[in-house]
């Protein structure tokens, strides 16, 4: 027995698979690209106002993160060509234990500072979260009894308090 949220008609054979578009089918719900500009010059705002140190740390740090993988990438090329000119001249592997031992040190420092900036975006996400909700309890608490009784009220104060830490993803992506 199997509780369906939509009806037998989506999903049917000659429907395809069920989206979210069928369960939740109205139009303003779609995702509309290109409001992402915006969205995210917005998100980018909130994380500042919220914390600016937080923000720019983890920013930096996701580049450095980034750095590393360019860095890795042409040592990793040089590291094999020393292997393989090892190889094909019989020649003794020492010639490659300097480039895999730098190597090794690069991705060590790469996956620290990857750890580092993973943590620090928690923080920053908490950080805009915190600053999200005080700023939704200024307005609830600035709304009259009249309008606060209303239910577009209430749906806008939840989508409000539900989308505060979608302002990081739009910013850093999500995370892995």
């Not at 750095?67 to 020649?91: D, N, Y």
């Not at 090794?104 to 620090?120: I, L, T």
């Not at 200024?138 to 806008?156: I, K, Y």
Request: charged residues 20%; neutral net charge; hydrophobic residues 45%.
């Amino acid at each position: 027995m199997s509780h369906s949220v939509v009806g037998p008609e989506a999903g049917d054979e000659g429907t395809g698979p069920v989206t979210i578009y069928d369960i939740q089918a109205a139009e303003d719900s779609k995702v509309r690209v290109r409001a992402l500009p915006r969205l995210t010059r917005q998100a980018l705002r909130i994380a500042w106002a919220a914390g600016r140190r937080e923000f720019v740390v983890s920013t930096l740090l996701q580049i450095i993160g980034g750095g590393g993988i360019v860095r890795l990438l042409p040592l990793g090329r040089k590291g094999r060509a020393a292997l393989l000119e090892a190889l094909q001249s019989s020649q003794s592997l020492a010639a490659v234990a300097p480039w895999a031992l730098v190597i090794a040190c690069v991705a060590g420092m790469q996956s620290f500072v990857n750890a580092v900036q993973r943590e620090r975006q928690e923080i920053l996400g908490e950080v805009i979260e915190r600053h999200i909700e005080e700023h939704v309890l200024e307005v609830a608490s600035a709304v009259d009894l009249m309008g606060f009784e209303t239910p577009a009220f209430h749906n806008r104060l939840q989508r409000m308090q539900l989308s505060g830490p979608q302002s990081l993803n739009l910013i850093f992506g999500y995370p892995a």
